[in-house]
């Protein structure tokens, strides 16, 4: 069996794109805290296809907690160069559980 679920926070904006046959998949890029023995971050590619990939890009941003469960995919490629290149990523569905720490700054009291 192939799952696996993680939370951590998103590291850069979500990005949109659609493939050749149209369909919308967004990239997103999150850290995760205790990763390896020495509990060090690990940064985890993971891709959301469809209209909850079109979701994350609207409704998310850096800095945002998620829970991700999906499966997880290996790929390799060759680069223009002619390195070989490979990377693990998550594919599946992204819970968003909490905006970034700064948006939650109590406001200012108005004026009286």
């Known amino acids: ?6 939370t951590g926070r998103l590291v850069r904006d979500p990005e949109l794109r659609e493939t ?15 990763m390896g023995r020495s509990n ?4 985890i590619d993971v891709s959301v296809w469809g209209k909850p990939g079109e979701a994350c890009a609207r409704h998310i ?3 945002w907690l998620v829970g991700v469960s999906g499966r997880l995919e290996y790929r390799e490629w ?3 160069d002619g390195t070989k290149r490979s990377a693990h990523a998550v594919v599946g569905a992204v819970d968003f559980l909490a ?3 700064a948006d939650h700054a109590t406001p200012e009291p108005a004026a009286a």
Do not use: E, K
């Not at 069996?1 to 993680?6: A, D, G, K, P, V």
């Open 1 to 6: 069996m192939n799952t696996i679920n993680l």
């Open 20 to 34: 050749s046959t149209g369909d919308p998949v967004c990239a997103l890029r999150i850290a995760v805290d205790g």
């Open 40 to 43: 060090s971050v690990g940064y």
């Open 61 to 63: 941003a850096r800095g």
């Open 78 to 80: 060759v680069t223009d």
């Open 99 to 101: 905006a970034p720490r």
